[in-house]
């Protein structure tokens, strides 16, 4: 990005919100509200890691069906940073399985943000460039060569 362009900072910040999954993310905050109400701490601790591994699991899924046209390899960068976004809030907002484990740090919860953003928001993969068409008069004729 370059300072002064409006438009720049606009499309690193449609980048970064692109990769965090509304529809996953919902289902996560759904979740960890459904798992506080379990009085048992067994049961809610197991409730939160499934929850956790499930959200971590379709974090990209929502990404999968757009790009149908981009190669597979294109597609697989923009769901694995997805993944990694999602893990990174879910942190960040300290509750779940991070609270029930007390490994919530809010400097580090910083940190990774603030890392993941950068990464999202200046992060635009290669696409390959599509082939080149050859004027009529510089394509081989079908027959072959021609002397």
């Given at each position: 990005m370059q300072a002064?362009?409006?438009?720049d900072y606009k499309k690193a910040f449609d980048r970064v919100a692109s990769y965090f999954p509304a529809e996953i993310t919902a289902l996560y905050a759904a979740g960890i509200?459904?798992?506080a109400s379990e009085s048992n701490p067994s049961w809610r601790v197991g409730m939160e890691i499934f929850i956790f591994v499930v959200a971590i699991v379709f974090a990209g899924f929502p990404l999968w069906g757009e790009g149908k046209d981009?190669?597979?390899?294109y597609r697989r960068i923009q769901i694995a940073i997805a993944?990694?976004?999602f893990a990174a809030w879910a942190y960040a907002l300290n509750t779940g399985i991070v609270a029930e484990l007390h490994i919530y740090h809010a400097a580090l919860a910083f940190g990774i943000l603030f890392i993941?953003?950068?990464v999202a928001s200046r992060y635009?993969?290669?696409k390959p460039a599509p082939p080149v068409e050859l004027p009529p008069a510089a394509q081989p004729a079908a027959d072959g060569p021609h002397k």
């Open positions: 002064g362009g409006d438009g509200g459904f798992a981009d190669p597979p390899k993944t990694v976004a993941v953003n950068a635009q993969p290669m």
